[in-house]
């Protein structure tokens, strides 16, 4: 499914807020007539977007799984829309089962506000050399404890990731960060992409991110970049599932 | 500047209904402590969308047109923002010193809805061939009178127009029908995308738009095309004054 994150906290059902999660559900039970549990891939943060976001139930109904789409959307707001079900084995987990996601943050790269990327994309008024930002990023690629690109709150022990791709680029007024990990840290695309604009307004060092990753330390990295830039773009399973 | 149409009653100022020149009007009163008439280069439909649209109004302001859109964004909606002011002629008029516009119609042609789309692109669920409906545009290339694709409500009497450019072309999902002409009747964008739909789906034969155009029969050509899908997307002015 894809989602523009804008109106929810996030994919997890929480109490006194709408979620994905919840509202997703309400589809599943206006389809079905029962209320199933559905298991994200991933918690999003509140006005985070997805681009491929997945999830699984269990279900013996007999709608198929290329009309199950269709179905779901007419009972799911604008925001949020089913594009693709199929038949999973019993034990798939949509989280566990992932081998690595990838997300996309996007910056709106211009003086002056564009109406049609209001809440997708962060603003950012000075003139990024997306080039150099690339460079810069080559140094997240590879394995790393990635402790200093973790907000607190999170709630893993390891903090050990693999970052197997990492690059910047600019498509007209967007300047786009995008990263692909085994796993993510707790606010770590928006720490990256935060500790690049602080390299980019020279707050940072150029190439200190080695540094930075071998201090553990949250407080050496840049701030946290808005959410409404942010969006799950892939999410990627072994073969044998996807 | 650009805007999102879908919260407005079009550009022109209505009784009853929000439209983009009253917001704009109520910005510069805001701003210049006066309300100024504002002249826009064109009147669009209720819901329809603008990346480049042009207005002109007079002031003695002391502010430079530098820091005129910043000064105007910050009293306008985020559906709403200016990039650019310039100093023109006293005797700019900017819908009647135009020489030329360019619409873009987007149609996202999916089986499911994408929520990014939503409200900024025409859902078409069956899969269009964008090479053929290419083909197809190119009858509309040259001067001719556009009766045939003029909603009846227009005020002009001549509606012979130039067509300049007519293009499809699909960017993944969404199929876009572009077309540039010295101006266009009431609805004549959304006539003509609704007839390449007509011919995509068999209910007007291929190759008939020098028919349709000749019998001057609105009869003849296919729907109009919903407003979300349209986007005024390029105002040209005589080389001096853009």
Redesign the interface.
């Known amino acids: 499914m ?3 994150g804008t109106a929810y906290h996030g994919w997890q059902v929480q109490e006194n807020a709408v979620t994905v999660q919840q509202i997703f559900q309400d589809a599943l039970e206006a389809l079905f007539g029962a209320r199933l549990s559905v298991t994200g891939c991933s918690r999003t943060d509140a006005g985070v ?1 997805a ?1 491929m976001y997945c999830c699984n139930f269990r279900t013996d109904s007999a709608i198929s799984c290329e009309k199950l ?2 179905a779901l ?1 007419a009972h799911l707001p ?7 079900c199929r038949e999973v084995p019993a034990d798939f987990h949509a989280r566990y089962s992932c081998i690595a996601k990838r997300y996309q943050y996007r910056l709106h790269n ?7 990327f ?3 994309a962060a603003p950012y008024k000075t003139p990024l050399d997306a080039d150099f930002l690339h460079r810069q990023a080559q140094d997240f690629l590879g394995t790393h404890d990635f402790a200093a690109f973790a907000a607190a709150g999170g709630s893993v022990e390891d903090t050990v990731r693999t970052v197997q791709d990492a690059r910047v680029f600019r498509m007209g007024d967007v300047v786009c960060f995008e990263v692909q990990a085994d796993g993510f840290l707790y606010n770590m695309v928006r720490i990256m992409t935060g500790t690049l604009l602080g390299i980019a307004e020279g707050k940072i060092p150029a190439g200190s991110i080695p540094q930075i990753l071998r201090s553990l330390d949250r407080s050496r990295a840049g701030v946290t970049a808005p959410p409404q830039g942010l969006y799950l773009k892939e999410v990627l399973y072994p073969d044998d599932l996807s």
């Open positions: 894809r989602y523009d977007h681009l789409p269709l959307n604008d925001d949020v829309g089913v594009y693709a211009s003086p002056c506000r564009d109406p049609f209001v809440g997708r």
